[in-house]
């Protein structure tokens, strides 16, 4: 398999490739070709591809580099976990407690005004 790490930034920066970029890159990445299948459909030298995806790779960790967009939606999607298992264990405990449930519910009230 591919590296998914570029078929993630292509997904996210793909836009900003030139068109050609963005036909060897959907082709290697999205289709799995290889250079030699990407360089007959295109009619260019395999070193050809070979560069262009280079450039490209390059490109896009410029991308994130700068903008950080992937970085930052795997931090939210750990994030959210965080709340989920933090909201899961709390009802655990309040269920496991009664004696508790009050203190319980202060949590999850911290949790939601958090999530917000």
Partial sequence: ????????????????????????????????????????????????VSDTLAKCRALLDGYEEKLRVVAIEQKISLYESCIAEARRCAEDFKSANPQYSGEADKVLKILEAVKK
């Fill in 1 to 48: 398999m591919k590296d998914l790490k570029y078929l993630r930034l292509f997904d996210v920066y793909g836009a900003l490739l030139t068109e050609h970029q963005r036909d060897i890159c959907e082709l290697y990445y999205m289709c799995d070709l290889s250079l030699t299948e990407i360089a007959e459909q295109k009619g260019i030298s395999k070193q050809g």
